[in-house]
């Protein structure tokens, strides 16, 4: 199997507060993961692909300085949500690439941003 | 180019039926298509996936159909049970390509099986 954690599974914090979202593959190595952003009813939306020892890729129209993302092994990668305002509330996922293509999804982390 | 189309947007089935939930690409370089199931405050899991060069991969009730030149592929869910009432998401990439395998993905069918 693979398996993908994060942490937390929730979250709730005033505006103007950073979260840090953790996303671990813990049965495989990935060099290359992925953070998602989905509302309700909809589909996923990609914000970036993080690879492991470089700079994220941000997709466009994410700010890069609002969510910061780090990789800093082979098994982890973290989503930092900076001076989080309400509209940032919204599912967070995760994903950890197997191989050459496989994405396996953690489940997810709801922030709420009072 | 990048867009994947999917339908129904819901689809309501009863229990023993057969589901089937239709999507179709535009690239001509995408090469793997994967289906994931997710259910309410979950992440998606993973169920089936298939690439080009074979036309049905099948895993229990679960078989993927691909038609290359009419650049479309479906999942049909034999049997259908209450339990597999989730959204469904259809899902394409270009693996090989060098673009670090970005899954595009459809927008989605809720799947509800009656009893």
């Known amino acids: 199997g693979a398996v993908v954690s994060q942490h937390p599974s929730r979250v709730i914090c005033k505006s103007g507060t950073s979260v840090k979202i953790e996303c671990r593959s813990l049965d495989f190595q990935a060099t290359t993961m992925f953070w998602y952003r989905q509302f309700p009813k909809q589909s996923l939306m990609l914000m970036a692909t993080?690879?492991?020892?470089?700079?994220?890729?941000?997709e466009q129209g994410v700010e890069k300085d609002k969510f910061l993302i780090n990789h800093a092994s082979l098994t982890l990668s973290t989503l930092t949500v900076t001076s989080a305002h309400p509209e940032d509330s919204s599912f967070y996922i995760c994903s950890a690439r197997k191989g050459t293509d496989t994405q396996y999804f953690g489940p997810g982390t709801r922030l709420t941003v009072l | 180019q990048q867009q994947v189309k999917q339908s129904p947007q819901s689809l309501i089935v009863q229990k023993g039926g057969i589901s089937i939930i239709n999507c179709a690409y535009e690239n001509t370089a995408f090469d793997y298509f994967p289906w994931y199931q997710q259910f309410p405050g979950k992440g998606p899991a993973l169920l089936i996936a298939i690439r080009p060069d074979v036309s049905e991969k099948k895993e229990g009730r679960f078989t993927i159909s691909f038609n290359k030149s009419a650049k479309q592929f479906s999942l049909h869910i034999m049997d259908s049970q209450p339990g597999d009432s989730a959204t469904y998401f259809c899902a394409a990439s270009a693996g090989l390509t060098g673009t670090a395998s970005k899954l595009t993905f459809g927008t989605g069918t809720r799947l509800q099986v009656t009893l």
């Open positions: 993080s690879n492991e020892g470089s700079k994220a890729t941000y």
